[in-house]
């Protein structure tokens, strides 16, 4: 099939780490929408993920690789490679988050931090990019956070993974600067997903406040908006980067944020 309009990622494949839960479902869902057969990664609910991909009409396959793991990496793009011809998008977005001061961080919470939120990318660039050249396109969007541009306090390991991506993704774009491969960012802001569900939770239990004031507490500390960014409205940002409209955009960071980095 060939490329529409409406379907403009017909006969790409994309991949998005990450995407059987919250943002990463939603960009495989925009990715799909518009074209794209998909490579789905992570843990917990995964036939759900992949009926829900498969539902758009698209092909769709699953690989359970830990990104902690680079053996797993590699042999995750080899599958994408083996199944569909080649990984043209990838999303490095597969995260956790472990909120502690620095001083009572668990040793093991800030290793896993780091190895899951930054160091995967490396592992899923350094393997992909090189078939992208060879193809003459690709699109890396790793997703950050406007934790990759400001700091919060009890958030070491995260602030310092997604600090570092932004990094990461900036000399990915330089050495890919003369190809079709392009590498930029996305940083939201709060996103009502597990990962920020979690937060509410010990909130409400901390201070004793019901979920709906602990969920208008952690936004009215951070998000001038006052509003969750939606996993849609980052599936959409990830399809205009994967447009020719984009392709001069390399190793931007572009927030998405209710106006949080703004202050
Ligand atoms: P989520 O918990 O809903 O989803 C995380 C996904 O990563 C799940 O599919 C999970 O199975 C997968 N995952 C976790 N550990 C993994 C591992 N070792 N190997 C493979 N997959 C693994 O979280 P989310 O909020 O959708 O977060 C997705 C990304 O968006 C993360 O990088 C996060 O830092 C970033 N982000 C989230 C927010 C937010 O407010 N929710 C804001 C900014 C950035």
Same mark, same amino acid.
């Given at each position: ?22 943002? !990463? ?11 794209? #057969? ?53 999303? #490095? ?42 193809? =003459? ?38 050495? #890919?600067?003369?190809? !079709?491969?392009?590498? #930029? ?65 390399? =190793? ?12």
């Amino acid at each position: 099939m060939t490329a529409s309009a409406s379907k403009p990622l017909t006969g790409k494949t994309a991949l998005v780490t990450g995407s059987t839960s919250g943002i !990463g479902l939603g960009i495989a869902t925009a990715l799909a929408q518009a074209g794209a #057969n998909l490579v789905l990664n992570g843990f917990g609910d995964t036939q759900a993920a992949l009926a829900q991909i498969e539902a758009i009409g698209v092909k769709a396959a699953y690989h359970p690789a830990d990104m902690t793991k680079p053996a797993d990496i590699e042999a995750m793009i080899a599958f994408a490679a083996e199944r569909f011809g080649a990984v043209d998008v990838l999303v #490095n977005n597969a995260g956790i988050q472990h909120v502690a001061t620095i001083d009572t961080f668990p040793v093991e919470s800030w290793d896993a931090i780091i190895a899951i939120n930054l160091s995967s990318a490396f592992h899923t660039m350094r393997v992909a990019l090189p078939a992208m050249r060879e193809r =003459g396109w690709g699109r890396v969007i790793n997703i950050a956070s406007v934790h990759g541009l400001v700091g919060s306090a009890g958030k070491s390991a995260y602030v310092a993974a997604k600090h570092g991506i932004l990094g990461l993704t900036k000399v990915a774009a330089l050495e #890919n600067a003369r190809t !079709g491969v392009t590498v #930029n960012a996305i940083c939201p802001g709060f996103v009502l997903t597990p990962l920020v569900q979690k937060q509410i939770d010990d909130l409400a239990a901390r201070e004793s406040l019901s979920p709906d004031a602990a969920r208008a507490k952690l936004l009215g500390e951070k998000q001038p908006s006052a509003q969750f960014v939606t996993p849609q409205q980052i599936g959409d940002m990830a399809v205009f980067l994967c447009s020719d409209a984009a392709s001069e955009m390399r =190793g931007s960071a572009l927030q998405i944020d209710g106006g949080w980095s703004a202050q």
